[in-house]
């Protein structure tokens, strides 16, 4: 169960750096898929989905970090 969590907190980190470089612009939702860890879009866009809709909550469990 423990890599679950970690899979959760990751997924969280992921998505709040995927956040901070959409908010900049300019740089295509593919692009941040891949500077955020994603092998493939639709994998980043199902995450970002899940975190949107609720099911993925931002707890700030994972410290913020710089790319």
């Known amino acids: 169960h423990t890599g679950n969590k970690f899979r959760k ?9 995927a956040k901070r470089l959409a908010e900049q612009g300019g740089i295509p939702l593919a692009e941040i898929a ?9 994998g ?8 949107e809709a609720g099911s993925i909550e931002d707890t700030d469990t994972v410290e913020d970090a710089e790319i």
């Open 44 to 51: 980043f866009w199902k995450a970002l989905q899940s975190f």
């Open 34 to 42: 891949e500077r955020v860890g994603y092998r493939s879009y639709s």
């Open 9 to 17: 907190e990751l997924t969280l980190h992921r998505i709040r750096i």
